[in-house]
């Protein structure tokens, strides 16, 4: 059975300025989403140019921190923020809101597609593919900082089952790198290849919203419910299902309604 390998949260020391290991993890998300962006954009054809992926990028970043932050405060930490208002600050202690990082991302793309004043879907379209990779690199920032770990396996012999021996001696799921593999790596194959080729508006963020609400509902049976949530619907769907839920019916919609207008638009 594996056990997890203790991590000091802390990368390393410069001077009074700790670099944590989480911070670090995101930089790594920025800066692949930066440069698949930067790739892309030079294609012929792109109405990209590499100031407006670096305006893009600020704004994703902005929208992630802020509505991730804020969405993890009031998706799973109110009580807490209510006791101390200033922990909502403390962004390296961890806790952050998937959700609310996707909510703070529209929003920013909202602004900088007004901006620029291009399509906000043909921006999203753009933006969904650059998203998996700093996924990826959260989850394992999750997995390094020992958060998020999973349910008990049942069979204590499963060959990819985890103690963490700050949580019990119990054999776990390390769901924090099915989640690396299933949103970060497969959605990312995913959507590179879907965008490779033209596609209506709307179906490449669409296929995003799908693609991430399936493999976030599924590895949610492997994750260990919030402990001061638990299981709230049903006696068995967590809050993380009750976020993604939405994600996958709207993705679904929209795929539609993308073919729907191609099919229209085609025949106009």
Same mark, same amino acid.
């Given at each position: 059975?594996?056990?997890?390998?203790?991590?000091?949260?802390?990368?390393?020391?410069?001077?009074?300025?700790?670099?944590?290991?989480?911070?670090?993890?995101?930089?790594?998300g920025?800066?692949?989403?930066?440069?698949?962006?930067?790739?892309?954009?030079?294609?012929?054809?792109?109405?990209?140019?590499?100031?407006?992926?670096?305006?893009?990028?600020?704004?994703? !970043? &902005?929208? =992630?921190?802020? *509505? $991730?932050?804020?969405?993890?405060?009031?998706?799973? /930490?109110?009580?807490?923020?209510?006791?101390?208002?200033?922990? !909502? &600050?403390? =962004?390296?202690? *961890? $806790?952050?809101?998937?959700?609310?990082?996707?909510? /703070?991302?529209?929003?920013?793309?909202?602004?900088?597609?007004?901006?620029?004043?291009?399509?906000w879907?043909?921006?999203?379209?753009?933006?969904?593919?650059?998203?998996?990779?700093?996924i990826?690199?959260?989850?394992?920032?999750?997995?390094?900082?020992?958060?998020?770990?999973?349910?008990?396996?049942?069979?204590?012999?499963?060959?990819?089952?985890?103690?963490?021996?700050?949580?019990?001696?119990?054999?776990?799921h390390?769901?924090?790198?099915?989640?690396?593999?299933?949103?970060?790596?497969?959605?990312?194959?995913?959507?590179?290849?879907?965008?490779?080729?033209?596609?209506?508006?709307?179906?490449?963020?669409?296929?995003?919203?799908?693609?991430?609400?399936?493999?976030?509902?599924?590895?949610?049976?492997?994750?260990?419910?919030d402990?001061?949530?638990?299981?709230?619907?049903?006696d068995?769907?967590?809050?993380?299902?009750?976020?993604?839920?939405?994600?996958?019916?709207?993705?679904?919609?929209?795929?539609?309604?993308?073919?729907?207008?191609?099919?229209?638009?085609?025949?106009?």
């Amino acid at each position: 059975m594996l056990v997890y390998p203790h991590i000091d949260p802390v990368a390393l020391h410069v001077g009074p300025l700790s670099i944590h290991w989480y911070g670090l993890m995101y930089l790594c998300g920025f800066g692949a989403g930066y440069a698949l962006a930067l790739w892309r954009c030079r294609r012929t054809g792109s109405t990209w140019t590499p100031d407006m992926v670096s305006d893009m990028v600020f704004y994703v !970043a &902005l929208g =992630v921190i802020i *509505g $991730g932050r804020l969405g993890y405060v009031f998706f799973y /930490g109110l009580p807490r923020f209510l006791n101390d208002p200033l922990w !909502a &600050l403390r =962004v390296w202690e *961890g $806790g952050m809101s998937f959700h609310g990082g996707l909510l /703070g991302v529209i929003v920013a793309m909202i602004i900088f597609a007004r901006q620029y004043q291009k399509n906000w879907f043909d921006v999203m379209d753009f933006v969904a593919p650059l998203v998996p990779p700093g996924i990826f690199f959260g989850r394992l920032g999750n997995f390094i900082g020992g958060e998020l770990w999973g349910r008990p396996v049942i069979d204590q012999h499963y060959p990819l089952a985890m103690i963490f021996p700050h949580v019990d001696m119990l054999g776990r799921h390390p769901s924090q790198l099915y989640e690396a593999a299933l949103e970060g790596l497969m959605l990312f194959v995913l959507l590179w290849w879907f965008s490779s080729k033209p596609r209506p508006r709307m179906a490449v963020s669409s296929l995003f919203l799908i693609g991430y609400g399936f493999s976030r509902f599924i590895v949610e049976f492997f994750r260990q419910p919030d402990a001061d949530k638990g299981f709230i619907l049903f006696d068995w769907m967590t809050m993380g299902q009750i976020l993604t839920t939405p994600m996958i019916l709207g993705g679904l919609i929209l795929m539609l309604l993308a073919y729907r207008n191609a099919r229209l638009g085609a025949r106009a």
